[in-house]
Structures are given as C-alpha cells and as structure tokens.
C-alpha cells in the first residue's frame, strides 16, 4: 500500500496551497464540456501546474443545481484516460498530488491504485458507506465537505456543520482514516442560503478552532458570488479572489480553483504582507 503524501499545510512559499479544479465532464456549471476530451483534459492539467497549482482535483460528475447523477462506470469513463495518461505527458511522473472529485467507494477504489491520493467527497463520508473504508486500505487523504439535501433558511449554519463534521470524522476514525489525513471543507454553493454561505466562509477560524483539522475552501466562481460579481461564472474572478482570501485569513491553508495564476500571485502577495515585520 502506498504511503499518502502528507496533508496540506501551506506552500514551501509560505501561501496557502492551490488545489486545481479540471472537470471532464459534459455539464459542470463553469467549464462543462472543455475538457471532457481526453486530449484537452491533459492539456489543461499540464497549464494548471505550469501556472503553480499545488493539487490537481479531478471531476467526471457535475454537481451543481439539479445535476444529473452519472454510474461509477460513467465516472471511471471520463476519468481513467485522463489518470492513466498524466505521467508520461508530464515527462514520467505527475509533479503534484492528484484528487478525484466522487462520492462512490467504486470510483475511489479504481483511482487509488491508478495514480490518485486524495479523494474528495462531497458528502463528507456520508453518503457512499463503504467509500472510508477504501480511502483506509489505500492509506488515501480525503476531503471531507460540509453538505445538506435541503436549503433551511432558520437553520444555524455553523452549528449544522459541527453536527456534521462531527459525525464525519467518527465515521472516519471507525474505518480507520487517521484525522491526519483529512481535510474539512465547509461546502460553499451546497445546501445553504446567501446569507449561511457568507457565515460559513466567515466561520472558517471556528471550525479549525472546533476539530483542529485544516480547511479547504472551494467558493470559485459560484452563484453566492453573483450580487456582487455578475451572472456570468467566468467574470467572477475578483469575488472569488476576495472570499478566497477572507477564508485564508481565518486560517483556511487550501483555496480549491479554477484561476490558478490569479490565485497563485494573490495568495503569494497575501503570504509576503503576512510575514511582513512592520
């Protein structure tokens, strides 16, 4: 079994990490379609890590509003060309860790032993149940994200994502995923209203404060950012820079994007003013 790399923390730079996002599906709310070619999937990942991403984030399921769920073979489809095929286009070996973005331990278990060493799992190890006990026996990271199957305006948001996080990381402790090898995400454009995706991006500092466990944040180019930012998901750059940058500011050492340049040399700027003796 091969040894996971170590979580992320921070950069040898000192910026929080860049994690990349690259979809190859037909139907993602941002780039669905462009790189659902083999060929123009790998191309993208060789620009993403060229412009400084830290983590390549694999998808092959859409999961935004009213998606369409696809069969683990359909992910497998999607995803295995593009995996098998990023060593040698990378001269041999892929220079940054590779995360599939799925829910099901079938996907999971086909793409730890093909490559991958992270998986991220929108429903934080509580939808597929046998998906821990994979990320156990491949000795695997995971991406554990803060998710609700319905929208409760009333709801306290930080306080439901206790709740979940807390019986996220016992599920994990029960398969035996070390907490080591995990990451919190508190599930921004999932299951919240305007005003829960602003007061879980602000509650970042709590929950790393709650579990001690790092926190990615993956607020790119989502429609919380529209009454700001526009309609248009490609022209929301500077709102996403903005709620990446407040997120790292309350401790967040993981920005999931789809900018990457843009992400890199706001962050490294970030990072520089931070060590800054005045």
């Known amino acids: 079994m091969a040894q996971a790399p170590d979580p992320p923390a921070s950069t040898p730079r000192g910026r929080a990490q860049v994690m990349a996002i690259l979809n190859v599906t037909p139907d993602s709310f941002s780039d669905g379609g462009r790189y659902l070619a083999p060929e123009r999937a790998i191309a993208q990942a060789l620009q993403l890590v060229g412009e400084g ?63 991958a060493t992270l998986i991220n799992d929108i429903w934080g190890f509580q939808g597929d149940p046998a998906l821990p006990a994979v990320v156990a026996r491949h000795g695997a990271r ?61 509650g970042v500092g709590r929950l790393i404060e709650a579990f001690g466990v790092p926190v990615l944040v993956g607020a790119s180019r989502k429609s919380f950012l529209r009454p700001t930012a526009g309609d248009d998901p490609s022209g929301r750059l500077h709102g996403t820079l903005a709620a990446h940058l407040a997120a790292v500011a309350r401790g967040a050492t993981v920005v999931r994007v789809h900018d990457v340049a843009a992400h890199v040399a706001a962050l490294g700027t970030w990072a520089a003013i931070a060590a800054a003796r005045p």
């Open 53 to 115: 991403a830290d983590l390549l984030d694999l998808g092959a399921e859409s999961t935004r509003p009213g998606f369409t769920p696809v069969s683990a073979d359909a992910e497998l489809q999607r995803l295995l060309p593009v995996l098998d095929a990023l060593p040698a286009a990378f001269g041999g070996r892929v220079p940054v860790p590779v995360s599939i973005d799925t829910t099901k331990a079938a996907v999971a278990e086909a793409v730890l032993g093909r490559g």
């Open 142 to 202: 995971a991406v554990l994200m803060h998710n609700r199957a319905t929208v409760d305006p009333g709801l306290d948001i930080l306080d439901d994502m206790r709740g979940f996080f807390a019986r996220s990381l016992a599920i994990a402790a029960a398969a035996g995923v070390p907490r080591e090898r995990l990451i919190l995400d508190p599930g921004i454009g999932f299951g919240k209203t305007y005003a829960q995706q602003l007061a879980a991006l602000a």
